[in-house]
């Protein structure tokens, strides 16, 4: 083999060898970023799974508290509500006034004069206390189980309230007097905005089937 025959074989055995070591290394590189796509792939995967998966336990949640009812139901149960509330919403009128923390009087007033306007307010809230007992009553059949519970415990309250002032006369306009008013009052507001609450969840989960 001639010298200029050997320079070039020893020329192309080098650039070969090069040639691997280049492809050798892209290769190596090549898999690196390869294996880092993929793993950040993953995890979006895994993201975005989870996302989903989250979603389809709130949806179900809430097909979960869907109530399915008939039209006639509902206007049932929805007409039951409005008619005792009309009435829990006038005891809560006539309970404000039987001992208000503050009012108007005359220059002159005298504990008679007192006497007879308590005794109009008292009036005023036993006629709302009966009509509110024979409406509660007379539809329970239509409400669900808490929303009676709370309505019957606005009830205990308006006739502990109006008991106190009848048979409790003793003390009548002190501020001890008017501090279990007070109390009263806040016992049956609690009940009278849970009563509300319960009725206003329980009408956005009823749903009318179509026939």
């Known amino acids: 083999m001639t010298p200029l025959l050997q320079e070039i074989t020893n020329w192309l055995g080098r650039i070969a060898v090069d040639t691997a070591v280049l492809l050798a290394i892209f290769g190596l590189l090549g898999k690196r970023w390869l294996d880092g796509r993929l793993e950040k792939h993953n995890k979006e995967m895994a993201r975005l799974q989870g996302e989903i998966e989250n979603?389809?336990?709130?949806?179900?949640?809430?097909?979960d508290k869907t109530i399915l009812v008939t039209k006639v139901h509902f206007e049932t149960e929805f007409e039951a509500y409005k008619?005792?509330?009309?009435?829990?919403?006038?005891?809560r009128f006539q309970f404000s006034e039987l001992?208000?923390?503050?009012?108007?009087?005359?220059?002159?007033?005298?504990?008679?004069?007192?006497?007879?306007?308590?005794?109009?307010?008292?009036?005023?809230?036993?006629?709302?206390?009966?009509?509110?007992?024979?409406?509660?009553?007379?539809?329970?059949?239509?409400?669900?189980?808490?929303?009676?519970l709370q309505i019957l415990e606005c009830q205990r309250i308006?006739?502990?309230?109006?008991?106190?002032?009848?048979?409790?006369?003793?003390?009548?306009?002190?501020?001890?007097?008017?501090?279990?008013?007070?109390?009263?009052?806040?016992?049956?507001?609690?009940?009278?905005?849970?009563?509300?609450?319960?009725?206003?969840?329980?009408?956005?989960k009823l749903t009318v089937v179509a026939k």
């Open 55 to 63: 979603s389809r336990r709130l949806f179900q949640a809430e097909i």
């Open 83 to 91: 008619a005792v509330f009309q009435k829990l919403a006038e005891m």
């Open 99 to 148: 001992r208000p923390s503050m009012s108007i009087v005359p220059a002159n007033d005298t504990k008679d004069a007192r006497r007879t306007r308590l005794s109009a307010a008292v009036k005023n809230a036993q006629q709302a206390y009966n009509e509110l007992i024979t409406t509660s009553e007379n539809l329970s059949p239509f409400y669900a189980p808490d929303i009676y």
């Open 158 to 204: 308006s006739q502990l309230e109006i008991n106190d002032i009848l048979v409790l006369s003793h003390d009548e306009f002190t501020l001890q007097w008017f501090g279990r008013g007070k109390q009263n009052l806040e016992k049956f507001m609690t009940a009278y905005n849970s009563v509300s609450n319960l009725i206003r969840d329980r009408i956005s």
